[in-house]
């Protein structure tokens, strides 16, 4: 595989969990899977109207990165498509090169994109074999699957179903947000490093002063705990523009005695359509141990009342 780009772990990349927040491994992997593409010979500046954009991403967190870490990110195409239409495949591994620790793999599917309508087109991809790599057994779909998903849903079901109550963190429950000048581009859509569905939470987290992330409990033994996402999916179907005012419903579909399974959408709330998915299962971990353990029974309690094993 291919050594696409060399980075350190920054400290304002660190979130509430003390360890390098998801959404900077989604940042390095989108870095990583652009210099892949430009050295497959496609050249972006080139494709007129159009740009490319990951549509589908498939993510593997191993070992928890820390400030200070050099991360290096690997990868190559995959053969085939998934999930979307002329859609290209490639494989991504970020790799702390000091400890050999594999921190983080995806697989993600590619879209060119017509920038005026942002519909999807067909992905030039070069014919060289020399690019092509199979995806590790440990960088495979566990807990998640890589089927369809759960796209069918309606902004009236979700209003229904999911209530205000954020019980058990920000896992659950519903937010509303605005797309505001400093999320679009100078066209007027979300731009393309922001990531859709982490943005409710990084808004929360600027407006509070706080460091994004998970919530960190304190048992009655003086633990604290946290959670910490294992493997997530996330389907793109469209970019909001500026102005648009959307609405991201979250719920848990699965509770287990170490973690849980989450499920988060993204709609335009004046025409209810599907923007986005993300799927996740994290575990309960002890923040001094840096090991999983059981639910605490008063949290265990939360994410349960609000559980809907249906909308899995």
């Known amino acids: 595989m291919q050594l696409l780009e060399e980075t350190t772990v920054l400290p304002e990349e660190i979130d509430s969990l003390g360890h390098m927040n998801v959404r900077f491994y989604m940042t390095r992997m989108e870095q990583a899977n652009r210099v892949l593409i430009a050295n497959l010979g496609i050249d972006e500046d080139a494709l007129s109207g159009s740009f490319l954009r990951s549509a589908d991403t498939y993510t593997r967190f191993r070992r928890e990165q820390f400030e200070g870490a050099t991360l290096h990110a690997i990868g190559g195409l995959l053969d ?8 290209m495949r490639s494989y991504v591994e970020i790799t702390n090169p000091d400890t050999g620790d594999v921190a983080a793999t995806f697989i993600v599917t590619t879209a060119l994109v017509d920038s005026a309508t942002r519909s999807a087109l067909p992905v030039p991809v070069p014919e060289t074999s020399a690019a092509y790599v199979e995806v590790p057994s440990f960088a495979r779909p566990r807990s998640l699957s890589l089927d369809a998903g759960h796209a069918d849903v309606s902004l009236e079901e979700l209003d229904a179903r ?21 999320d679009v581009d100078e066209a007027g859509w979300l731009r393309e490093d922001v990531e859709l569905m982490f943005l409710p939470f990084v808004k929360m987290a600027r407006e509070a002063g706080v460091k994004p992330g998970p ?13 910490a996402i294992m493997e997530t999916r ?7 523009q500026l102005g648009d005012r959307l609405a991201f419903f979250s719920a848990d579909v699965a509770l287990e005695e170490k973690s849980r399974v989450s499920r988060r959408w993204a709609l335009d709330q004046s025409t209810g359509r599907l923007l986005g998915i993300t799927n996740t299962v994290g575990i309960c971990i002890d923040l001094d141990a840096r090991r999983a353990v059981p639910w605490p029974d008063d949290l ?7 559980l809907q094993p249906d909308l899995a």
């Open 300 to 306: 265990r309690k939360q994410i349960a009342e609000h």
């Open 162 to 182: 999911i209530p205000d109550s954020k019980g058990g963190g920000i896992m659950s429950g519903r937010r509303s947000i605005t797309i505001e000048e400093t």
């Open 234 to 240: 996330t389907q793109s179907f469209g970019q909001p």
């Open 80 to 87: 085939g498509v998934d999930g979307v239409e002329g859609g």
């Open 215 to 227: 919530p960190v409990f304190e048992t009655a033994e003086g633990r604290r705990i946290g959670w």
